[in-house]
């Protein structure tokens, strides 16, 4: 029996030509493109007043919004891009580790003018060494700033224009500082007749403004602690109970 393998028709397709056949491949390379083209939205929304209303409410929403949004991000503090946060009063403290010790110095009869300053020592609660010195004028407010901890403060005797000296506050006196905070303290110092003052008193202030001067700050080092350092012996000269030799060109300083 011999087997035919002629161009079969698919079944219920209506075509007479076989979708595999030479015609089939030249009437699909040759069809001609659609006639509509792609729907262009502008043009669309000028044939339809609705829809175009639609999209203008709706893009009014979405502006007003957006604006609703960064006022509201204004007010709790956003100031401009992303994670930029105005701190609270309550979070100062948290972006600082320092803090402010403001000092006051007083003693009735004292001449803030021709005396030599007070001069502050401080120490931190875990040493045994000043952290500081600081000559601390009378009758102003004097601030420095230190790292948050505990300190003990102690003060060294001015020398007034007469030779007079001040008994400091006893001892020393502890402090906390905090970060982001200022903690004031007013030192009272009492005059001692000049004349209950002996030659050892003056010899041992000289000597410990020395060593202060050695962890002294901007008021205590160069040209400013050398200026105090004259003053302080040419007032301990006036005393009636001391004497020390000044150079003559110590003298014109």
């Known amino acids: 029996?011999?087997?035919?393998?002629?161009?079969?028709?698919?079944?219920?397709?209506?075509?007479?030509?076989?979708?595999?056949?030479?015609?089939?491949?030249?009437?699909?390379?040759?069809?001609?493109?659609?006639?509509s083209e792609?729907?262009?939205?502008?043009?669309?929304?000028?044939?339809?007043?609705?829809?175009?209303r639609r999209v203008i409410v709706a893009g009014a929403l979405v502006v007003i919004m957006l604006v609703s949004v960064l006022l509201a991000g204004t007010s709790t503090g956003i100031v401009s891009g992303p994670n930029l946060v105005n701190p609270t009063p309550s979070q100062t403290t948290a972006l600082t580790t320092h803090g402010f010790l403001e000092l006051t110095v007083s003693a009735d009869g004292w001449d803030a003018e021709g005396s030599t300053p007070a001069i502050l020592r401080v120490r931190p609660d875990d040493s045994e060494e000043y952290l500081l010195c600081r000559a601390v004028p009378?009758?102003?407010?004097?601030?420095?700033?230190?790292?948050?901890?505990?300190?003990?403060?102690?003060?060294?005797?001015?020398?007034?224009?007469?030779g007079t000296l001040y008994i400091p506050p006893e001892g020393e006196e502890q402090v906390t500082v905090r970060a982001g905070h200022t903690v004031s303290r007013t030192a009272v110092?009492?005059?001692?007749?000049?004349?209950?003052?002996?030659?050892?008193?003056?010899?041992?202030?000289?000597?410990?403004?020395?060593?202060?001067?050695?962890?002294?700050?901007?008021?205590?080092s160069g040209e400013a602690g050398e200026a105090?350092?004259?003053?302080?012996?040419?007032?301990?000269n006036e005393a009636p109970n001391f004497f020390i030799y000044i150079a003559e060109e110590d003298q014109a300083y």
């Open 1 to 35: 029996m011999a087997f035919g393998f002629g161009n079969k028709r698919k079944k219920g397709s209506g075509s007479g030509v076989a979708l595999h056949s030479p015609s089939a491949i030249r009437m699909l390379k040759t069809r001609p493109p659609a006639e």
């Open 38 to 52: 792609p729907l262009n939205p502008a043009e669309f929304l000028k044939t339809d007043k609705r829809i175009l």
């Open 138 to 162: 009378a009758g102003i407010r004097d601030t420095i700033e230190l790292d948050e901890g505990v300190y003990f403060l102690s003060w060294i005797t001015p020398v007034d224009a007469d």
């Open 189 to 220: 110092f009492t005059r001692v007749p000049v004349a209950d003052s002996t030659f050892s008193d003056y010899a041992a202030t000289i000597d410990i403004v020395y060593e202060a001067m050695a962890k002294g700050d901007d008021t205590l």
């Open 228 to 236: 105090l350092m004259h003053k302080l012996q040419v007032n301990a």
